[in-house]
């Protein structure tokens, strides 16, 4: 991860992006683009909408960028632009179908052997879809996250999610306890929960 130095660099950034320098826009997504997923990923229900929201926060910027006054807002206006598309695209998603409990749930590749695994995978999914579904929605986007970038600073995440960066920790740690608890109270061993 890149450290952003002075506004004045920031500034010049900006500026080289707006007009039209690859390699400016190539810096600028190098050191906010995994902010700017896990903000995308927090707010929408699968992968394929968080591509879909992060591409098109990138392509807002390129739109807005000689509306940047503030070079230091960048990166909240980046979150708060990821957040407010995901929103946008959920209430899109909303009117044409339900979404599925499980889409919430990443892609895992099968490396199972056997039906009985496939059979005990899929009822743990499951249960842990349905315990996610049961914690708060700040929970589940905490997680979300975490669990989508997990290399993102604190600084990051509070950008995403628009949360006190003292805390995230503690918040984690309280959503993940609440999602055993919930898996126990499912019927999943506690080994298996924890």
């Not at 929103?87 to 056997?114: N, Y």
């Not at 979300?144 to 990051?156: I, K, W």
Request: charged share 25%; net charge neutral; proline share 4%.
């Amino acid at each position: 991860m890149h450290e952003i130095g002075d506004a004045g660099e920031m500034a010049t950034l900006l500026a080289r992006a707006s007009a039209g320098d690859d390699r400016a826009w190539r810096e600028l997504v190098d050191r906010h683009g995994s902010m700017v997923w896990g903000a995308s990923r927090a707010y929408s229900a699968n992968r394929a909408d968080a591509e879909d929201v992060w591409q098109a926060t990138w392509l807002l910027l390129a739109e807005n960028l000689n509306r940047i006054q503030d070079p230091d807002a960048l990166p909240g206006w980046l979150a708060t632009t990821a957040r407010r598309e995901s929103l946008r695209l959920a209430k899109a998603r909303r009117r044409e179908s339900p979404a599925a409990l499980d889409s919430i749930l990443m892609d895992v590749p099968d490396t199972a052997e056997g039906p009985e695994s496939t059979v005990l995978r899929t009822v743990a999914a499951g249960r842990l879809g349905q315990a996610f579904a049961r914690l708060s929605q700040r929970c589940q986007q905490l997680l979300r996250v975490v669990a989508v970038a997990p290399d993102a600073s604190y600084a990051q995440v509070s950008a995403a999610l628009g949360m006190a960066r003292g805390t995230i920790g503690p918040k984690k740690g309280r959503c993940l306890a609440a999602l055993r608890e919930g898996m126990v109270a499912l019927g999943m061993p506690e080994e298996a929960a924890g």
